[in-house]
């Protein structure tokens, strides 16, 4: 149990450590709207990877992996609203002086927070992360639990 716990965290770590799309999109947040808004994407984010674990563990992220047309699909969609947002960025630099007098800045977290937990739900990646890293460390922990091998550590 121990080899595999350690195993896991070394993967996770690597995962976590390795700048995506959503840590992209967490620092261009705060550096347009400052800690809270950062902090809001990140916890979209979060909100995200929840729904991919508990679609995992429902099966459905291994459905979505084994499917080609959905994988497909989820593909598209995901990189169609990175091009919405890198739009959106490029448009609001456009109009940098028009936005700071409209006071748009006061949604930015709640905005912030939705992009963060749409970026990471359309991120295909997600789904072949979660569908192959969690059920073996998960079938690992249960069988070992089952068959009392780990009582004694």
Known sequence: MIEGLVAF???????????GQDTALTIRNSLLGGR??????????????????????LGLAALIVASEPVFVALKLVGAAYLVYLGVQSLLAA?????RRHAGAASARPRVALRQGAVSN??????????SSLLPSSAARSSS???SGCCSAA
């Not at 990140?42 to 990877?49: E, M, P, S, T």
Request: aromatic share 6%; net charge positive; hydrophobic share 55%.
């Open 9 to 19: 965290a070394a993967v996770s770590a690597i995962v976590i450590v390795t700048p």
């Open 36 to 57: 809270g808004t950062g902090l809001a994407t990140a916890l979209g984010v979060a909100g995200g990877q929840a729904v991919w674990t508990l679609a995992t563990s």
């Open 94 to 98: 456009l109009r940098r002086r028009e």
């Open 121 to 130: 739900l359309g991120n295909p990646k997600m789904a072949v992360f979660f």
């Open 144 to 146: 070992c639990s089952a």
